[in-house]
């Protein structure tokens, strides 16, 4: 008998009332096969499904709970928010004492507004460096991912890339034409688009680190490079922190590749796993949003007090515990033993890695770029991901999405990792 026999039940039923069975397309399981489980609840770093199943999440709801599933300190201060009220519409001290937060955590950062997503938030970046530059044209970077707005979803990442739709039906031809799009890493396309379009270009949107075709790094002096070219050209650089941000270290990925950014997105932790998102930067800029500035953006739900509440208890768990530190630890033991188990198999495997996010592609190509990451053999991913699951490891359904750790990832949790994909790669032969 089938060991997911509710969750079959709920995704048949789920087919019934909603497209695809699923809220968000990248929960399919399109591109691996088979059907998404259905969760009962989560603890730590482990789910337990409706069917009773316990797995050791390395999704972490795509990211957000960098303190592992339900974390006291973040439970506690949701329902003490929430015996207050669930939603006001009108300023809360949470916003402020948030925004205070993560100014001091990032430099650079004047002035923040909190939204809902990461989409917002990136939509809202885009639209307030286009009415604060007064130009059109936007530079993203194939295989990144900003969320899905209109403008960004042209050769975007994540599930519209794992789905083969990197150009979404829906976005009209004359929204589409103002972005451009460069492959990573490639400074003398960078240079050359700058020649020929720098004076016209509003905004440079790019995830510093991006996760969203896998994982790849940038390489060295490619983001200073972006910088002066913005810089020289009086376009608005954003960086895209939704997965990096507050899990890369307090400052995320800029403060690690030590790059200023004029405008910057969060998502995911800075939420706690309540639904947040967020964008600040230069004051100069932050200052041109209704209600100071021509640019309007706006959110009945906007620095809503549970998810305003969810974010401050995380920030400042992170904050108080050497969080950065384990999250380091269980990340280095992730890489060194799943190098060396694809190794003992002569299973060609390129294990990324930057502190807690992850990403192993099937190839022997090194992966810089979103050229490089589709070498990657896609079959393989899917019998892996199978095979970890079918022993209890629950890893993102597609070879395009990045892997999360928490600080709950033990490394009992990171040991029985390795001995699943040990049995895994035994099974490739
Ligand atoms: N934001 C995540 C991108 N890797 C995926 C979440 C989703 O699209 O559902």
Same mark, same amino acid.
């Given at each position: 008998?089938?060991? !997911?026999?509710?969750?079959?039940?709920?995704?048949?039923?789920?087919?019934?009332?909603?497209? *695809?069975?699923?809220?968000?397309?990248?929960?399919?399981?399109?591109?691996?096969?088979?059907?998404?489980? /259905? $969760?009962?609840?989560?603890?730590?770093?482990?789910?337990?499904? $409706?069917?009773?199943?316990e797995l050791i999440d390395y999704v972490l709801t795509w990211g957000p709970a960098i303190l592992g599933h339900a974390h006291p300190r973040v439970i506690e201060a949701v329902q003490a928010a929430a015996a207050r009220g669930t939603s006001f519409g009108i300023p809360n001290p949470a916003e402020v004492e948030l925004a205070a937060l993560v100014?001091?955590?990032?430099?650079?950062?004047?002035?923040?507004?909190?939204?809902?997503?990461?989409?917002?938030?990136?939509?809202?970046?885009?639209?307030?460096?286009?009415?604060?530059?007064?130009?059109?044209?936007?530079?993203?970077?194939?295989?990144? &991912?900003?969320?899905?707005?209109?403008?960004?979803?042209?050769?975007a990442g994540s599930g519209a890339l794992t789905l083969g739709q990197p150009d979404s039906a829906g976005v009209p031809a004359d929204v589409a034409k103002h972005t451009l799009v460069l492959p990573f890493n490639d400074p003398d396309a960078l240079v050359a688009l700058f020649e020929q379009h720098g004076p016209h270009l509003a905004a440079v949107?790019?995830?510093?680190?991006?996760?969203?075709?896998?994982?790849?790094?940038?390489?060295?002096? &490619?983001?200073?490079?972006?910088?002066?070219?913005?810089?020289?050209?009086?376009?608005?650089?954003?960086?895209?922190?939704?997965?990096? *941000?507050?899990?890369?270290?307090?400052?995320?990925?800029?403060?690690?590749?030590?790059?200023?950014?004029?405008?910057?997105?969060?998502?995911?932790?800075?939420?706690?796993?309540?639904?947040?998102?967020?964008?600040?930067? !230069?004051?100069?800029?932050?200052?041109?949003?209704?209600?100071?500035?021509?640019?309007?953006?706006?959110?009945?739900?906007?620095?809503?007090?549970?998810?305003?509440?969810?974010?401050?208890?995380?920030?400042?768990?992170?904050?108080?515990?050497?969080?950065?530190?384990?999250?380091?630890?269980?990340?280095?033991?992730?890489?060194?033993?799943?190098?060396?188990?694809?190794?003992?198999?002569? $299973?060609?495997?390129? /294990?990324?890695?930057?502190?807690?996010?992850?990403?192993?592609?099937?190839?022997? !190509?090194?992966?810089?770029?979103?050229?490089?990451?589709?070498?990657?053999?896609?079959?393989?991913?899917?019998?892996?991901?199978?095979?970890?699951?079918?022993?209890?490891?629950?890893?993102?359904?597609?070879?395009?999405?990045?892997?999360?750790?928490?600080?709950?990832?033990?490394?009992?949790?990171?040991?029985?990792?390795?001995?699943?994909?040990? !049995?895994?790669?035994?099974?490739?032969?």
């Amino acid at each position: 008998m089938s060991l !997911r026999r509710r969750s079959e039940e709920l995704f048949a039923e789920a087919l019934r009332h909603t497209p *695809g069975g699923v809220n968000s397309p990248v929960r399919a399981f399109r591109a691996v096969g088979g059907q998404p489980f /259905f $969760v009962q609840s989560a603890r730590g770093s482990r789910l337990t499904d $409706v069917d009773g199943n316990e797995l050791i999440d390395y999704v972490l709801t795509w990211g957000p709970a960098i303190l592992g599933h339900a974390h006291p300190r973040v439970i506690e201060a949701v329902q003490a928010a929430a015996a207050r009220g669930t939603s006001f519409g009108i300023p809360n001290p949470a916003e402020v004492e948030l925004a205070a937060l993560v100014k001091s955590w990032v430099p650079g950062i004047d002035k923040v507004r909190f939204c809902n997503s990461g989409t917002e938030a990136c939509m809202s970046a885009i639209r307030l460096a286009r009415g604060f530059t007064r130009r059109d044209r936007i530079l993203k970077f194939d295989g990144c &991912y900003h969320g899905h707005a209109d403008s960004l979803l042209v050769k975007a990442g994540s599930g519209a890339l794992t789905l083969g739709q990197p150009d979404s039906a829906g976005v009209p031809a004359d929204v589409a034409k103002h972005t451009l799009v460069l492959p990573f890493n490639d400074p003398d396309a960078l240079v050359a688009l700058f020649e020929q379009h720098g004076p016209h270009l509003a905004a440079v949107i790019l995830e510093l680190v991006p996760a969203n075709a896998g994982l790849y790094l940038p390489r060295p002096g &490619y983001l200073e490079l972006l910088r002066e070219l913005t810089r020289a050209h009086g376009t608005v650089l954003i960086a895209d922190e939704v997965m990096t *941000g507050f899990r890369l270290g307090r400052a995320g990925a800029q403060g690690h590749f030590g790059l200023q950014p004029d405008l910057t997105t969060f998502g995911k932790v800075i939420g706690g796993g309540l639904p947040v998102g967020a964008f600040g930067g !230069r004051a100069e800029i932050m200052d041109h949003l209704a209600p100071l500035g021509p640019v309007y953006q706006a959110g009945t739900l906007s620095g809503n007090p549970l998810a305003m509440a969810a974010g401050l208890a995380t920030l400042r768990e992170l904050e108080s515990t050497d969080a950065f530190a384990r999250l380091e630890h269980v990340g280095a033991r992730l890489e060194s033993g799943m190098k060396a188990v694809a190794a003992a198999h002569a $299973v060609p495997m390129q /294990f990324q890695r930057i502190g807690s996010m992850f990403c192993g592609y099937f190839t022997d !190509r090194p992966v810089w770029s979103l050229t490089d990451a589709l070498t990657s053999d896609r079959a393989r991913f899917g019998t892996f991901f199978h095979a970890m699951l079918d022993q209890g490891v629950y890893l993102a359904p597609s070879q395009f999405e990045a892997g999360f750790l928490s600080t709950a990832h033990s490394d009992a949790d990171i040991d029985q990792t390795l001995a699943a994909a040990d !049995r895994a790669f035994a099974g490739f032969h």
